[in-house]
């Protein structure tokens, strides 16, 4: 009797592991199948607000020709052609949504070429320059982040939350000008104040013409993602388990670094994803300013000459961006807490 006892429930977490590793898996599946269709269901409203709005700014070819619009018939009717106008309004959205689903962006008004072919090098040039001036501002904002919590409530946390409040009531093109103005004009000139590159290369084969924009948006990032790691690092180092460190004796900078830091990294995820997403939308004052390559510099020009397929295009490409870093936010932070993976499997 006392073999059968300690047998059977050995037999039974055998059997009942793989069934639990199962029911894990499909509760991932679900939540992720539910996070990715928001994801879908946004970016389909942001389509349908993106076409029905530029179709609501007026006559396009109008806009387009502005006085030649009486003289030039024959113009008129190939931007009739092209834009599809002779079709009901709806019926011009599901067509444009089939080509925008199977990679057909368009033709471009102002240069009549393929919109994936003027667009492919801007996407790469603003991923350059969202990725660069990640990799400044993140250890950049934690640094300042654990210096000013180790700090906390003292002259040096003072200051720099002054400075921090003072550089986050700056718009990103008055930092830009201020840059240039210290950078590029009789103060220092050291750098170019506009991004120069050849045709057919990167602007990043040109370092020191890329060192304005991405200081531009380090300094108008930075100080939103210092001051939200800090609240989030004065939280971890007033718990408990942080607290049980210190009266083992561990040093102050082992219990910021290996017990604070590694703590508040997770909720950071969020609002370092967050800022990402804007520097995908937000990058359009700073690319013009410096006249830098890319999508937002190619947005700006695209609605001054009334190029409706670029529009809608470039508009959906950042939309996308948006959404897509959010979607990997959401799944990292999963990952790295493991209270969030029960609920999910629970």
């Known amino acids: ?24 898996t499909v509760a991932w599946a679900l939540w992720f199948a539910r996070r990715l269709g928001l994801a879908i269901l946004t970016l389909w409203l942001v389509s349908v607000l993106v076409f029905f709005a530029t179709a609501a700014l007026g006559d396009p070819i109008r806009a387009i020709l502005g006085k030649d619009y009486e003289s030039s018939p024959s ?3 190939t931007l009739e052609d092209q834009l599809n106008l002779d079709q009901p309004l709806v019926q011009r959205y599901f067509d444009w949504l089939g080509g925008l689903l199977t990679g057909d962006l368009g033709t471009s008004l102002s240069n009549q070429l393929p919109v994936s ?24 904002a934690f640094g300042i982040a654990m210096i000013s919590a180790h700090y906390r409530g003292r002259r ?8 921090l409040l003072g550089l986050a009531g700056v718009p990103e093109f008055v930092i830009g000008i201020l840059f240039v103005a210290l950078f590029s004009t009789t103060v220092l000139h050291v750098l170019p104040a506009v991004t120069i590159s050849a045709g057919g290369e990167g602007p990043w084969q040109n370092p020191g013409s890329m060192v304005l924009p991405v200081l531009t948006l380090v300094f108008a990032v930075t100080p939103y993602v210092a001051r939200i790691v800090r609240s989030t690092l004065l939280e971890v180092l007033d718990s408990d388990y942080v607290e049980l460190a210190r009266l083992k004796g561990i040093p102050e900078g082992v219990v910021m670094r290996k017990h604070a830091l590694l703590n508040a990294i997770v909720p950071s995820i969020q609002v370092v994803a967050l800022q990402l997403a804007w520097l995908a939308g937000g990058i359009v004052i700073v690319e013009y300013l410096f006249s830098y390559p890319g999508i937002g510099a190619s947005l700006v020009d695209s609605v001054r000459n009334n190029d409706i397929p670029m529009v809608q295009a470039l508009s959906m490409i950042i939309a996308g961006i948006y959404v897509g870093v959010n979607l990997i936010a959401d799944v ?9 993976r029960t609920a999910i499997t629970s």
């Open 117 to 140: 072919e003027l667009i492919g090098d801007r996407v790469v040039n603003t991923a350059v320059l969202v990725l660069v001036s990640a990799l400044v501002m993140i250890p950049i």
């Open 156 to 163: 040096p946390d003072h200051v720099i939350q002054v400075v």
């Open 75 to 77: 113009r008129v009717a």
């Open 1 to 24: 009797m006392a073999q059968v006892k300690t047998e059977t429930p050995a037999t039974e977490t055998t059997t009942d592991e793989p069934r639990r590793g199962r029911s894990a």
């Open 332 to 340: 990292l932070s999963i990952l790295f807490t493991p209270r969030a």
